[in-house]
Every structure is written in C-alpha cells, then in structure tokens.
C-alpha cells in the first residue's frame, strides 16, 4: 500500500501502522487511512500514542490534547475519527458527513456480524491469524448458541479459508467438517475434497463417500488442474523463473531477497 504526500510536513519519526504495513508522514496519509479503513480504525485506533505522534510529529499539540483529555474522561469513542478529519481539514464537510453515515450504519449492525464484518476486514489485509481468532471468539460457548445455522457454517468456512492460507490443512479440514455440519452445502464438500488432493494425508470422514459421486469429483479434479496450470503461469513463479536465469551473483541477491520478503508477508498472515 502507498499513499500520496500533497502536504509538507517534515516529520522526525513517522508513525507505523502494523495491520496495513505502511509508515504515515503526514496528516493528510492520518486522514486517509482513518476515512478509507474505517473497520480498523472503529476499536482503539485513537490512543495514546497516536496523540503523540499528533504531537510530535505533526505538531498538533491542541490536538493531541483534545483527545488525551477525552480518552481520561470518556474513553475511545467514534467522535475521536471524527474531531482529527476535522482538525486535519484534507476531507471536505460533505466527504465528513459521509463518513460520519458510514461509521453510523457499521454500528448499527448487530454484534455478531459486526464482528464477522471486521474479521472479514483482516482477512482482506491477507492477516489471517488475527482474522482466525477474530471469527472463533464469534463462536465461544454461550455466544454461539444464539447464532443461525447459516451464519455459523459462513464463519466456519471463513475460519477453514484462513488456516488454508496458513497451510494448516488438518485445522481447515476441520472447519470445513463443522460448516457442512451447520448446513449441508455442496461447497464444503468440493473444499474438503480439494485439501485431501493437496495435501495426501488428510482424507475425508466415511460419512461423506456417501453424499459423493465419482462424476463430480471427476469435475473437481479437471478444475483443480485447471487451477495448478494458472498458477505455473502466475507472476510470482514466472519471476523465480527470471532470477535463476540470471548471473549467480544477481540471483542469489535477488533469490535471498524475495525469499526475505516471503518471511515477511507470512510473518504478516501469522
């Protein structure tokens, strides 16, 4: 993610902001993030040490005041997001106001899927062992209970979708099992089928053969196919290809530094 500087505003130490993996240098990049990723700015975003960074770095001191005598006094509020787009002054009143409706509707939405909204906001950002514990505290005994069969199997198949993406496939295996529980969708079973052909270990429970047949997983493997042939042909393989077709000296740099970017962005994930 980058942003566009228009102001100049010298700053000794920019303030990082982990979830997006981005340094803000400016009040204007403050105000992008807050209008643009409202679901990860709604909970704690403005602290303490944002005010200092307000402080500090933006030289904001009255500012940083304002907010460090509300968070004594009444605590993190949405009224925060809204008195720094103000102060800041980079959005227009009407751009404000819009905001302002957004924030309205998104806690207007009931407790569960406003959680399920946030999580599925991290998992857009690929963080997807934050996500995970985000969609199972949705599921914690006596909270659970009141949920809809459906609701329950959508987070379960995005719980599977994010240990997938962890490469922990017995734990997807898993959710997937407690998704077709919830509701007997097909997608569970083609999801399920999928893990065993990438991963040989794993197999799927007797009781499934049943509900199977061989004309649809026949598909299933022609569209897994399909999918391995794209994959050999994405921008990633076809760069490895590129920097071991270069000297030794260039390719070991280059190798050592898209391996170090791979640790990084999974790192990330974790």
Request: hydrophobic share 35%.
């Amino acid at each position: 993610m980058s942003l566009l500087l228009c102001r100049q505003e010298p700053v000794p130490s920019p303030y990082f902001i982990e979830e997006l993996g981005i340094h803000i240098y400016s009040s204007q990049e403050l105000c992008y993030v807050i209008y643009h990723h409202p679901l990860l700015v709604m909970e704690d975003f403005v602290n303490q040490n944002l005010a200092e960074f307000l402080r500090t770095g933006l030289c904001m001191p009255f500012l940083a005041e304002r907010i460090e005598k509300w968070l004594d006094s009444r605590g993190p509020s949405d009224e925060l997001l809204f008195l720094i787009l103000s102060e800041c002054a980079y959005y227009t009143p009407q751009e404000q106001a819009r905001y302002r409706q957004t924030i309205s509707n998104l806690r207007k939405l009931p407790e569960d899927e406003y959680a399920k909204r946030r999580a599925d906001y991290y998992y857009s950002l690929n963080l997807f062992g934050k996500a995970v514990s985000m969609y199972e505290k949705i599921l914690e005994p006596g909270r659970g209970s009141r949920l809809s069969g459906d609701f329950k199997s959508r987070i379960w198949n995005n719980i599977a979708a994010c240990y997938a993406k962890l490469f922990c496939y017995q734990k997807a295996m898993y959710a997937y099992d407690c998704a077709w529980n919830e509701k007997n969708d097909r997608i569970y079973l083609k999801r399920m089928y999928f893990l065993t052909r990438l991963e040989p270990e794993l197999t799927m429970k007797e009781r499934y053969s049943e509900v199977l047949n061989k004309e649809e997983t026949k598909q299933w493997d022609e569209e897994l196919e399909a999918i391995r042939k794209e994959a050999e042909e994405a921008s990633a393989v076809t760069r490895i290809r590129q920097i071991f077709e270069k000297d030794p000296i260039k390719r070991l740099a280059e190798a050592g530094e898209l391996v170090n970017n791979w640790k990084y962005q999974y790192r990330k994930m974790i």
